[in-house]
Structure formats: structure tokens, C-alpha cells
């Protein structure tokens, strides 16, 4: 089952690079910048969590978990801000920073970690099992960001989804 999840990353980061490729090779537009970035935070998540999934000490671990939240922190914002550009919805660029210094508090809490217990309250590393593992206790930075990566990507489905039936409805009256 280990090799499987490791050979399942190797794909998806050979998917995400060639995608990226792609992404040099077309234009330039905006959104396709934003494609862009989410794409090299997603490559950058899935190395990390290679990565992790390959350390066999607590000090490999950790520094796998750091990588990883460099791309993970602000892929669903990425996201959120690619979904509404393509579909022609100019989001307010405050609302997008402050999701951006959110992100950059998720890295900040992460990389900071033997300092305070904001993001994991206890780390442990296990052998056991069916292979080495990191055994985190979390904390209220860790539930910051759950909710963040699960709000933010449903919040700006559901208002395209809005205003998509707005648009339909002008267009019915016209």
C-alpha cells in the first residue's frame, strides 16, 4: 500500500509539472498567471508530502511538513481566485490580500512550530505501522486553516453559482 500512495505523489507531481509546461507555452493573460501559481503551489504541496511520505526521522518529517505548507497554505485561495476570474467575476483585491496574509500566517505558524503551539500542540514520529509516520496533536492555527481551505473554495463556488443565475435570468429578460 506504501508504494502505492508514493507511485500515486510521483504521477501526480509528473502531471502537475507537465501541466505547468503547458501553462509556459500558452499566452499570458491574467488568468492564466493565477493557473499558473496554483499549479506550482500544488507542485510544491505534493514534493513536500512526497517528501514526507519518504522521512524516516522526526527532523525529516518536519522539514517535509514546512515545505508542504509552502504551496498548500494558499492553494485553495489560488484556487478561489482563478475560479472567479475565469468566470468573469472581478473578486475585491482586499478580500484577496487578506486571504493571501492568511495563507502567510498558516507558513508563518507552521515554520515557527518549536516556538509555541498555535499550529500543532504535540509532534511524535512512529515506526510502526505499515510505514514511519508524523503523529501530530493539533491546534487552533491547525483548525484556522481547515476552515479556511474548506470555506473559501465552497464560498466562491456557491457565489459564482449566484451570480451565474443572475446573468441567466438578465439574459431571459432580454
Known sequence: MFQILVGIQIIAILVTILAIVNMF??????TQKLML??????????AGYLQE?????????????????????????????????????????????ALLLCGCAVIVMVWTTPLHQLYY?????????AFPHVVLTYGPGFYFYVLMCTTV????????????????????RN
Open 121 to 129: 500542540k504535540d509532534i511524535a514520529f512512529c515506526d510502526e505501522g
Open 153 to 172: 473554495p465552497w464560498a466562491s463556488v456557491v457565489l459564482l453559482l449566484l451570480l451565474y443565475g443572475k446573468k441567466e435570468k438578465s439574459l431571459k
Open 37 to 46: 501559481a496554483f499549479l506550482v503551489a500544488t507542485l510544491v504541496h505534493n
Open 53 to 97: 511520505l519518504l522521512a524516516k526521522t522526526l527532523a525529516e518529517a518536519m522539514i517535509a511538513i514546512r515545505i508542504e505548507y509552502l504551496g498548500s497554505s494558499i492553494v485553495a485561495i489560488l484556487f478561489m481566485m482563478f475560479m472567479c476570474e475565469y468566470c468573469g467575476y472581478k473578486s475585491n483585491i482586499w478580500y484577496e490580500r
Open 25 to 30: 507555452r500558452a499566452g499570458s493573460s491574467y
